[in-house]
């Protein structure tokens, strides 16, 4: 699969904003500038993920897309030493709207905030049943963090910080 790497990707038209060259995001991404990818499908299929990466700023963001371009959940990674963490999760739900939202249209937003030392915080906001909420979250016991630690990404090689299939949260949902 080739990659597309640019400025920006707009989701909403499934295309680079301000495309730049493989050696321009090489070169951004060893300096720790901003630069954003996402794969070239050579068919009519929407990409289905973007990346943004800021590696000196502590930025890195993994966007899932729905098939009609919305934002459907969103990965946000910050570094730690050597790695990443992912200490965000949040989910987009846009109930029954069959076009492109934007995710401040969205119906429904639930936010996991994680820290590694075993604790998060849930955020829901609810348009429909006016529903909102904080919740504490821990760890339950034979539950660990594992799977939320990445490398850093050499560049090129993305598939492990945008693999969607991650292990069930850690953090007991309720």
């Known amino acids: 699969m080739s990659l597309f790497y640019c400025q920006r990707w707009n989701n909403r038209f499934d295309k680079p904003i301000k495309q730049i060259t493989a050696e321009e995001a090489e070169r951004r991404h060893r ?8 794969p070239q499908t050579g068919d ?3 990409a289905d993920r973007s990346i943004e990466l800021a590696l000196r700023s502590g930025h890195v963001r993994v966007y899932f897309y ?5 934002v459907s959940f969103l990965y946000i990674f910050s570094p730690r030493g050597e790695k990443l963490f992912l200490g965000g999760i949040v989910s987009y739900d846009y109930g029954e709207a069959a076009e492109y939202l934007g995710m401040s249209q969205s119906v429904r937003v639930q936010k996991d905030e994680y ?3 075993g604790t998060g915080l849930r955020t829901v906001q ?3 049943t006016g529903e909102s909420f904080q919740q504490e979250l821990f760890l339950a016991e034979g539950q660990s963090f594992d799977d939320y630690w990445e490398q850093v990404p050499a560049f090129g090689d993305y598939a492990s910080i945008a693999r969607a299939e991650r292990s069930k949260p850690p953090i007991p949902f309720g």
Do not use: F, K, M, T
Request: proline share 9%; net charge negative; aromatic share 14%.
């Open 31 to 38: 300096a720790g500038e901003p630069y954003a990818v996402a």
């Open 44 to 46: 009519s299929a929407r």
């Open 66 to 70: 729905d098939e009609y371009g919305r």
């Open 115 to 117: 820290w590694p030392e």
């Open 126 to 128: 609810d348009e429909r």
